[in-house]
């Protein structure tokens, strides 16, 4: 059975919703979710904020976190999950920001990416180096990490 189909079923059971916040994966997790057939049942909406403005005017997240911590940061990604929850109202809100690449710095390498999931008493962060393997396969490997956290919470 594959991740999302798992996914499903597991939030039609538990009757959660998902909705998404994300930035170097440029929707493909909201793509992959939405793959599997039925997924209206339980992802409802979807927000790529690729630039930082998006962030702040869709997201709502805090100006001073971004200018504190980086769009590349566990703060962010917390801010990005909470807010997409809330806006979209569903139980589970979750976030990828990172550095796909080409580029990064020493602070920030290339593919460093941040992951949050956001539901009523529960938030989640993670910060993965995936190193410099490429645009594609840093945006493949944040949706899978995604879909893990997912599994891994809504298995509890």
Excluded: W
Excluded at 47 to 71: E, M, P, R, W
Excluded at 104 to 117: D, Q, T
């Amino acid at each position: 059975m594959t991740s999302t189909k798992k996914l499903l079923k597991l939030c039609i059971k538990k009757s959660a919703t998902i909705s998404t916040a994300e930035s170097c994966t440029g929707g493909a997790l909201s793509a992959s979710i939405t793959s599997e057939p039925g997924a209206s049942r339980i992802f409802t909406q979807g927000f790529v904020v690729y630039s930082n403005l998006a962030k702040l005017q869709i997201l709502s997240i805090s100006d001073t976190t971004l200018k504190k911590y980086g769009a590349v940061s566990e703060q962010i990604a917390e801010e990005m999950a909470y807010g997409c929850r809330k806006i979209a109202n569903t139980t589970i809100g979750i976030s990828v920001t990172g550095i796909a690449g080409p580029g990064g710095s020493e602070n920030k390498p290339e593919g460093r990416v941040c992951f949050a999931l956001s539901m009523a008493n529960l938030l989640k962060t993670e910060s993965i180096d995936f190193g410099a393997i490429g645009r594609d396969e840093v945006r493949r490997k944040s949706v899978n990490h995604c879909l893990k956290m997912l599994l891994s919470q809504l298995e509890t």
